[in-house]
């Protein structure tokens, strides 16, 4: 699989990437087994970075995948996390995670927002911890967006600092809204930002943050290619989610005609997907969330196909349509 340099730095991703946060249990369980089964198959198939972050499952989601590549050979994988919630226990345990987070986990710890220096470093020492790891290659904020002074001025900083010093590989921030990160792109010093759910063959909102990025040399790292579950289908279904609630009927109607254009083309929605991020020289790489061996089997396949200059060009006009257009 094809791997790119981030940013101006020598860490490495591969094309696709491993969104882990389905390990920590995102909506419903998922047991061990099935869940070191995704990490391995990703590895068979060449995938060689992984995401994750504290607050996917309260730490599940890092301890699992720290277990799950215990016995591979560190030089040859890139790990990030996250910082900024910091977990701590609950004064209060309601017995689910569910209401407050998305994760089907106890509620034993709670997540409170610190985007200050000494919260990054507890945040970071306990992923590392947790990860069973030393060192972490890239260290993303995380949904600085309520925070957004705080993460400029203060936890950027820390972890520039870290980067300069060789205890982590490379800085970023990642959140779904393209207004934070076009300002941490202009204010910081980054070497990537990870846009979740923005720069997708339906929402191509992100175009003014790639814009920023070339001009300033950083990369983007798209993630959630599907938007949260719409375009994971060969046909979205009448429930189908969007931006992790039910999707509106335009926006329904108008996954539904990239879908149609793409079987006249002779490939699946998920495919040309996966495959739009890629497209601009950015875009080092596009990070999915898996919970099975056969979701990265498929995802893999598609990475690594590119559609037609015809397809592209037909499923352009249909996203380019004015009608139904996320907003």
């Known amino acids: 699989m094809r791997a790119c340099r981030l940013g101006r730095t020598s860490v490495r991703v591969s094309a696709l990437g491993f969104g882990a946060a389905p390990l920590g249990n995102l909506y419903t369980p998922l047991d061990d087994d099935r869940a070191r089964a995704a990490v391995e198959a990703a590895w068979d198939v060449g995938v060689r970075y992984y995401d994750t972050a504290p607050h996917y499952g309260l730490g599940l989601s890092e301890r699992r995948l720290g277990a799950a590549l215990a016995q591979r050979p560190r030089a040859e994988f890139t790990v990030s996390t996250k ?7 609950h004064p209060a345990p309601t017995g689910s995670d569910l209401a407050a987070g998305g994760f089907a986990v106890p509620d034993t710890l709670i997540r ?32 600085p967006d309520d925070h957004l002074d705080a993460a400029i001025d203060q936890a950027l900083p820390a972890l520039v600092a870290l980067r300069d ?19 941490v792109v202009a204010e910081a010093d980054v070497d990537a930002v990870m846009m979740a759910g923005r720069w997708t063959l339906l929402d191509r909102t992100a175009r003014p943050l790639l814009d920023a990025c070339a001009e300033r040399g950083v990369s983007m790292v798209a993630a959630a290619p599907f938007n949260s579950g719409l375009l994971s289908r060969p046909r979205p279904p009448d429930d189908a989610t969007f931006d992790y609630g039910p999707a509106p ?13 793409s079987a006249r083309h002779g490939t699946v929605l998920p495919h040309a997907a996966v495959r739009f991020p890629l497209r601009d020289p950015v ?3 596009v990070v999915a969330g898996f919970r099975s061996s ?34």
């Open 83 to 89: 910082v900024g919630r910091l977990l701590e226990p």
């Open 165 to 183: 010093q060789g205890v982590i590989g490379a800085v970023g921030a990642g959140t779904n809204a393209v207004a934070p990160l076009l300002r």
């Open 294 to 327: 056969d979701e990265v089997t498929s995802a893999a396949r598609w990475a690594a196909t590119d559609l037609t200059d015809a397809a592209w060009s037909d499923l352009d006009a249909a996203a380019e349509a004015a009608e139904d257009r996320p907003r």
């Open 283 to 285: 875009v080092t790489c």
């Open 249 to 261: 009927d335009p926006v329904l109607r108008r996954a539904r005609r990239l879908a149609e254009v």
């Open 112 to 143: 409170r927002p610190d985007y200050s220096r000494d919260g990054v470093l507890r945040s970071l020492e306990g992923s590392l911890t947790r990860l069973g790891l030393d060192q972490v290659d890239i260290v993303y904020v995380h949904d």
